[in-house]
């Protein structure tokens, strides 16, 4: 209830962000960023710095946004529940296998995702799972523009920070360390800072798979319903020619029976002339 309200929360924070995204633009020549890979190798604090920096050069192109379309919107709401818990699934390995996939679609500076994420336990965390899904079920069921970017993992990474110190000054927690208080600069601070990326690249490929996976639903159902519509469509001009080729053989009947009286008609007007003639 209390974390659900978080995520509300949050949500709400990133439909309004949504409202007026705009993309960024420009970035560091490929010299600089080549001289950042260079000096980014290793553990030392120097090395970890000049990572930090690489990772603030990609967070512009870690971004989801959800452009409302009522159709898709509808038949999101039209599927059943465990239709819907199988388009948000995460737990699978053909999960992680499509966040590899997509991570290498992107220009990403971070050293290894997915072992950040399983360092962390980040796919495992019901929790941090919750919100993507969260966030994918409010922006399609409500038909919504949300945008998730860095902004958005900032205030998520806040409100949550919030509800845990809440609770530890209420004593339903033992003291947990805030990582807003590390210092700007040092290991721990660096360290987080790579995990907040982590958590906004995965955010991120996670609502582009759940879109692509709706989508992928979507086109099979409506396929099938065009090819339905295009049968159907078969059909009736078929019924219609086979209606008209009748139509035409009926006229063609009419005619030909028409022609047969006449000529008999005809025929009987000439005998009758024969005779009379005769007669006279």
Request: glycine residues 4%; positive net charge; hydrophobic residues 40%.
């Amino acid at each position: 209830g209390a974390f659900q309200n978080v995520v509300l929360e949050a949500a709400a924070k990133a439909i309004s962000s949504g409202q007026s995204y705009r993309p960024t633009k420009g970035g560091p020549c490929p010299a600089q960023v080549a001289k950042l890979r260079r000096q980014s190798f290793g553990g030392t604090l120097e090395a970890w710095t000049a990572y930090e920096k690489l990772l603030r050069i990609c967070e512009p192109s870690h971004v989801w946004r959800w452009v409302p379309d009522q159709g898709i919107s509808d038949f999101w709401r039209s599927l059943p529940a465990p239709k819907q818990t199988e388009t948000t699934e995460v737990k699978s390995e053909n999960f992680r296998s499509l966040i590899r996939e997509h991570i290498g679609m992107r220009t990403c500076y971070i050293k290894d995702l997915m072992g950040v994420c399983n360092n962390v336990w980040m796919l495992d965390d019901t929790q941090s799972t919750a919100v993507f899904q969260e966030f994918f079920r409010i922006a399609v069921s409500e038909n919504v523009c949300i945008a998730v970017n860095w902004h958005t993992v900032e205030t998520i990474d806040s409100t949550i920070q919030d509800f845990i110190q809440a609770r530890v000054r209420s004593g339903e927690l033992m003291h947990r360390v805030d990582p807003r208080q590390f210092p700007i600069g040092s290991h721990l601070w660096l360290q987080h800072r790579e995990r907040e990326h982590t958590r906004l690249a995965l955010m991120t490929l996670a609502l582009e798979i759940f879109e692509r996976r709706l989508l992928a639903l979507w086109e099979v159902e409506n396929g099938h319903a065009a090819e339905q519509r295009r049968k159907a469509a078969r059909e009736d001009a078929e019924a219609a020619r086979h209606a008209a080729d009748a139509a035409v053989e009926e006229l063609l009947g009419v005619e030909e029976r028409d022609a047969a009286k006449k000529a008999k008609a005809s025929k009987k007007k000439r005998k009758k002339g024969k005779k009379d003639a005769a007669a006279a």
